[in-house]
Each structure stands twice: as C-alpha cells, then as structure tokens.
C-alpha cells in the first residue's frame, strides 16, 4: 500500500490510509541502525549534558539495536524497549507500544528518550505522549525527535504513518509537555544528516534555530520536554 501526500500550505498532509509496519519488517529495518549515526550521537551528548555525572536512569522507546546504550557513560543506567529485539537482555523488553502502554515494568524515569519513532505511530501520537508523562519522575525531561517534513526536498519515506508540520506537532505535544527547548538536529541543504568531518563537527555544537533557514533546511527537530 503506498501513502499518499497532499502538499497544503507548504507541508504535505497525510491522507486517510495508514498502515502499520511490525515486527517482521523491523527487524530487518532497524539494523539499519546498529551503528552510530549523526542523530544518535547527538542526542547522547544532550543525555550527558543533562545527566552532568548524576546517576539516573534513562529510557530508550523505540530503541532497535540498543545502539545509543553503547555511547552512554556509566553514571546512566539504560533501558530500551522495542517491537524488534536482537540480543535480548534484563534491560531490554520486547513489546509492540501500540498494542501495549509504553511502559518498563513499574519503574519510572529520568529521562525517556523517543528519536526516529514519532514518524511511526499514526494516530496513537496524544495517547503516547501521556503514557510516556506517567513513566517520568517529577523532573523528568522527555526528549524527541521528529522529522522537518517542511524541508525543500522533504524526503518522505514510505513507512511514515503520522506526518505532520512542525506547528502541528509541536502544538500536540504542548498539551502533554512543557517545551523546554526545541532545536534542529542539523541543516542540510539535501533532506540528509551529515555523515563525516568538518560538517558533523559543527552541526554537533549547533543547538539553535536560525529565523528563516531553519524551516527550509532544518533536517529533523530535537524537543526537549519537562
Ligand atoms: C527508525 S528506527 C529508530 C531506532 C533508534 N531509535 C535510532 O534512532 O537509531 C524505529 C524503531 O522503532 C521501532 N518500532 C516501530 N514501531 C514500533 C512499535 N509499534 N512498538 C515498538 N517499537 C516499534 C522499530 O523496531 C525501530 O527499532
């Protein structure tokens, strides 16, 4: 089944149709993610940024490989959950969220961390936000990604199923979260993350929006939420 895109006002809006990719796909797909690449190490330098040497416990929703757990210092204790486990592990919990409450046992956390997953829940986005609210302890910080589907050359992969503006999305969120901060993960003038060298180096240190250029060539979005 192919998705089909209504582009209004600059964004492409999804049609009625959605389908849901599960674990046979996944876990083909998400080696894909077994090596580290520019999202990834980024958002474990804001994990260690936040944690700033205090022990906390972190979890990884959506987490494939359990890649991210590898670039993580000792102080955070990782745990991930996904439909599609390849070593399973005490720390790992293999479950479909959309069939099940996101959740790790009874265990509450101090930081929940979603990246390259909100583009695949379909219309469970509110629900989601609000089972991931219960998991966070009182200070908790809530951090995700979503795509820049406002790019130039937005590139919209096919298994998409929730696509929408930043504006929408952001929006959605604020009714479960407070934003503390929103950010892009990189620009580029193609719909693509750095990959080597000088590029990666700067879009590494850059956690700000620039007026203008941003919507156009922001790749992804970092949210951080309280
Ligand atoms: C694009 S990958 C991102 C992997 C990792 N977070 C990263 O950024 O490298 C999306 C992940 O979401 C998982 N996923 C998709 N649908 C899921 C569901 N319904 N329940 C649990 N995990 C799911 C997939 O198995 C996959 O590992």
């Given amino acids: 089944m192919t998705l089909k895109y209504l582009i209004k006002g600059g964004y492409p809006v999804q049609q009625a149709t959605q389908k849901y990719y599960k674990r046979d796909f996944w876990i083909k797909e998400?080696?894909?993610?077994?090596q580290?690449?520019?999202?990834l190490e980024k958002s474990a330098r804001i994990v260690?940024?936040?944690?700033?040497?205090?022990?906390?416990d972190l979890l990884d929703v959506g987490c494939g490989p359990a890649t991210l757990m590898h670039l993580l210092p000792k102080n955070v204790h990782y745990y991930g959950i996904d439909l599609a486990i390849h070593n399973p592990a005490p720390n790992l919990v293999q479950m479909d969220f959309l069939e099940t409450p996101i959740k790790f046992g009874d265990k509450q956390f101090d930081i929940v961390l979603a990246q390259g997953v909100f583009e695949y829940i379909g219309s469970h986005q509110s629900k989601k936000f609000s089972e991931i609210r219960r998991l966070l302890k009182s200070d908790g910080k809530f951090i995700l990604s979503y795509v820049n589907f406002g790019h130039r050359k937005r590139d919209i992969y096919k298994v998409y199923?929730?696509?929408q503006s930043l504006g929408d999305f952001r929006r959605s969120l604020e009714r479960t979260f407070h934003i503390d901060k929103i950010f892009p993960t990189s620009h580029h003038w193609r719909h693509e993350e750095p990959r080597r060298g000088f590029m990666k180096t700067i879009h590494m240190h850059m956690n700000m929006n620039v007026p203008?250029?941003?919507p156009l060539f922001a790749i992804e979005y970092f949210f951080i939420c309280s």
Avoid at 30 to 34: E, Q, S
Avoid at 48 to 56: H, Q, S, T, V, Y
């Fill in 30 to 34: 998400n080696l894909n993610y077994a």
């Fill in 36 to 39: 580290p690449h520019f999202r």
């Fill in 48 to 56: 260690n940024k936040i944690a700033r040497g205090r022990e906390l």
């Fill in 161 to 163: 199923n929730n696509v």
């Fill in 212 to 214: 203008f250029l941003s």
